[in-house]
């Protein structure tokens, strides 16, 4: 059941360092629901030491509303206004690659369909 319908988020949102990153892994329904879960971790990661890299690992992502969409866009839009942090999403398949797809954003994010290519990226730039 969806969290729309029981009014309870289904987001675990869990995060790590890797070399030159931040990889923030999220699980589950990235909606409205959701959003003070997500909210609330990336605020702590603000709080860090900047790196050059913010990784938002979508692979298990399994729903994506407007709300959702809207919050990474304002994510990628504080990251180029932030100086410095380049963010980058990875697991891109699936769900997030067909709401990437039909609203446009697809090209406006820097896109990996597997993880580990958005982990590679950060070495080729360490």
């Known amino acids: ?3 729309e319908a029981t ?21 589950g329904e990235l909606d409205v629901n959701a959003l003070p879960i997500f909210q609330e971790h ?3 990661i603000w ?7 913010l990784i938002l690992d ?9 709300m959702g969409m809207n919050e990474l866009v304002h994510l990628m839009q504080r990251c ?5 942090t ?10 997030m690659a067909r709401v990437l797809s039909i609203t446009g954003l697809r090209h406006a994010f820097e896109v990996y369909a597997r993880i580990d290519d958005a982990l590679r990226l950060t070495v080729t730039h360490a």
């Open 1 to 3: 059941m969806s969290s």
């Open 7 to 27: 009014g309870k988020p289904t987001l675990t949102v869990t995060s790590g360092l890797s070399r030159n990153a931040i990889i923030v892994r999220l699980e």
């Open 42 to 44: 990336v605020q702590q």
């Open 47 to 53: 709080e860090l030491l900047p790196q050059p890299f």
């Open 58 to 66: 979508l692979s298990e992502v399994s729903f994506c509303d407007s």
């Open 80 to 84: 180029e206004g932030g100086g410095g």
């Open 86 to 95: 380049r963010l980058v999403l990875g697991g891109v398949q699936g769900v």
